[in-house]
């Protein structure tokens, strides 16, 4: 069955990274993009961005431009999501999600809480 | 920017029907597909329409969603409420640069 699962909680100091993972299984990893998205506790959902793991090609939300990295290691399945110079509001759960074609989300990591404070 | 908009919060009763609107800010919200997903607390998002009207395998035929160009805007339909529907619904679709954009959530509360 497919699934993916993502890294475990972080707590960062402003101004610090952090580098999530997504592990996937059940399925050809390279065959669909990955796609990020947070959710601020209380609040609603957040398009971050989308790697394709066959061809490593990405695209950012304007929003994360310059602060996202998104890239993959295709020998173990795994995507990774890291966003740099981090502040207070940037603290959120955080999800890979796995997009068929170029729509619809079918599966969801579980997330990954992200939480930044001094 | 491309926006969709929510209602913040609808409630209904059991075995009721309730409609979810999504409105676009600009262009035509027919463009581009819209998907909807529900949300319980503590839990990820799960696909309950994706294509504007298509329901993902398990999903049950008291969700259908549709566009009505008219008003520039995407519904989610739940017909025959049932306790086990409460839960945040998201519409989602996508901007002329294909920019993924979410709506900001409506509540639906089953009383």
């Known amino acids: 069955q497919v699934q993916l699962v993502q890294s475990g909680a972080e707590v960062k100091k402003p101004g610090a990274s952090v580098k999530v993972s997504c592990k996937a299984s059940?399925?050809?990893?390279?065959?669909?993009?990955i796609n990020w998205v947070r959710q601020a506790t209380g609040q609603g959902l957040e398009w971050m961005g989308w790697?394709?793991?066959?061809?490593?090609?990405?695209g950012y939300a304007q929003k994360f431009q310059g602060r996202v990295t998104m890239t993959r290691n295709t020998s173990i399945s795994t995507a990774y999501m890291e966003l740099s110079s981090l502040r207070s509001e940037d603290t959120a759960v955080y999800y890979c999600?796995?997009?068929?074609?170029?729509?619809?989300?079918?599966?969801w990591g579980q997330g990954t809480l992200v939480t930044v404070s001094s | 920017n491309f926006m969709l908009t929510q209602p913040h919060s609808v409630s209904e009763s059991p075995g009721k029907t309730v409609t979810i609107s999504c409105t676009g800010s600009?262009?035509?919200?027919?463009?581009?597909?819209v998907q909807w997903y529900q949300q319980r607390p503590g839990s990820a998002p799960t696909t309950v329409i994706y294509?504007?009207?298509?329901?993902p395998s398990g999903v049950p035929d008291r969700f259908s969603g549709s566009i009505d160009s008219s008003s520039n805007s995407a519904s989610l339909t739940i017909s025959g409420l049932k306790t086990e529907d409460e839960a945040d619904y998201y519409c989602?679709?996508?901007?002329?640069?294909?920019?993924?954009?979410f709506g900001g959530g409506t509540k639906l509360t089953v009383l």
């Open positions: 790697m394709n793991p066959n061809s490593g090609n990405t």
């Open positions: 600009s262009g035509s919200i027919a463009s581009n597909y």
């Open positions: 059940g399925y050809t990893f390279t065959s669909y993009d």
């Open positions: 294509e504007d009207n298509q329901r």
């Open positions: 989602q679709s996508y901007d002329s640069s294909n920019q993924g954009v």
């Open positions: 999600a796995r997009r068929v074609g170029a729509t619809w989300f079918d599966y």
